[in-house]
């Protein structure tokens, strides 16, 4: 947790509860998810850093370098203000916009607000049958072809899949129709035009595809990163978002250890009966190795039961498991977004003292 107090005062002033220092932290609500962003460090690992527009004091646990952005959330108001850190984003506002709009899921969002009075309801009804398809993808049988076609209707083709279109001399009103029907950012786009501003969770779930968008146009370029949030319904009406980031080793990297190219596959996501879980996977050839990292005893131990049938679903697709583990992780380990390594960033933690 950071509890945080305002620049320019003593731990006595503070200790007085006095009106003064209240009036100095910046305005906030439980459950608000702020931005923060480095002011400059001080000479005692300590740094000051602007909520708000107003300054609070950190001490880190790890350098912060000015202008970073800190992802928090607003966890208690009295008698100190807690906030707890969901990411260091670097100096990437892309990145924090992502962390933002998975911890608030714009996806769902989004769906339970298509009903409301002046929603256009053509593109309405598309929206919330794209999104409920989205929103099953771990239910489905998993595999290459299930991920390409979630990929192909998430948005972040869009662009590709209209040039496509207009290089065949095929962008007639239908195939156009067509295309923007099964098409996330396309159905966002349209409905962002003609709701002229008036529907604002539809034009940041826009911003956020584009986010994701240049986030891993510059990952695929420099490290064969791809990274995605997944929305994710399940029994019961619970949501989620899950991270998934899928990396594929450089030609010049397998060359130089003699052996095929790997494929390292990651799961970030909090689940019903589990908590927060992180699954890493190692493909070589047909060999899996799995870490699992989980915040309780209790989680890892479920995890150990689930492997047997996890192996059974591998061998059928011609894949062995090589090595299997599970560990127990501080929780704030876990919150830390993969967004980071798409960035080419560290994944920082720090916490602010009175």
């Not at 305002?6 to 459950?31: F, N, Q, V």
């Not at 008036?198 to 986010?211: C, K, M, Q, S, V």
């Not at 992180?278 to 150990?304: G, M, N």
């Not at 704030?332 to 080419?344: I, K, N």
Request: net charge positive.
């Amino acid at each position: 947790m950071i509890e945080i107090r305002p620049s320019g005062l003593s731990r006595s002033d503070e200790s007085t509860g006095s009106r003064k220092a209240c009036s100095r932290l910046p305005s906030l609500e439980k459950h608000e998810i702020v931005q923060g962003r480095v002011i400059r460090s001080m000479s005692d690992q300590s740094a000051v850093i602007a909520i708000k527009g107003r300054q609070v004091i950190a001490r880190s646990h790890v350098p912060l370098e000015p202008d970073q952005l800190l992802l928090l959330k607003v966890e208690e108001l009295s008698p100190t203000p807690l906030l707890r850190l969901l990411g260091v984003v670097g100096r990437s506002a892309a990145a924090s916009l992502l962390l933002e709009a998975a911890e608030q899921n714009l996806w769902r969002q989004v769906l339970a607000n298509l009903g409301r009075p002046g929603a256009a309801a053509a593109e309405g009804n598309e929206l919330r049958a794209l999104l409920k398809d989205l929103s099953v993808f771990f239910g489905k049988q998993p595999g290459a072809e299930t991920l390409r076609d979630w990929i192909d209707k998430s948005g972040l083709l869009w662009e590709n899949k209209l040039r496509a279109l207009c290089i065949q001399g095929r962008a007639g009103p239908d195939n156009l129709n067509h295309l923007v029907a099964g098409d996330l950012k396309g159905l966002l786009a349209r409905m962002a035009r003609k709701e002229q501003g008036a529907f604002p969770l539809i034009e940041r779930l826009l911003n956020t595809i584009e986010n994701l968008q240049w986030m891993n146009h510059q990952g695929l370029s420099q490290a064969g990163k791809i990274f995605l949030l997944i929305p994710f319904l399940f029994f019961g009406g619970r949501w989620t978002v899950a991270q998934l980031l899928i990396q594929k080793e450089q030609e010049e990297s397998s060359k130089e250890r003699g052996k095929g190219k790997s494929c390292r596959v990651v799961v970030l996501a909090e689940l019903p009966g589990l908590g927060r879980v992180r699954a890493e996977l190692t493909i070589e050839r047909k060999e899996v190795r799995i870490l699992f990292q989980t915040e309780s005893a209790r989680s890892q131990s479920r995890l150990f039961e689930l492997l047997p049938s996890l192996s059974e679903r591998l061998q059928e697709r011609g894949f062995r498991i090589r090595e299997a583990s599970c560990e127990v992780r501080d929780p704030d380990f876990l919150r830390q977004s993969m967004v980071h390594e798409l960035a080419g960033m560290g994944a920082y933690s720090f916490r602010t003292v009175a």
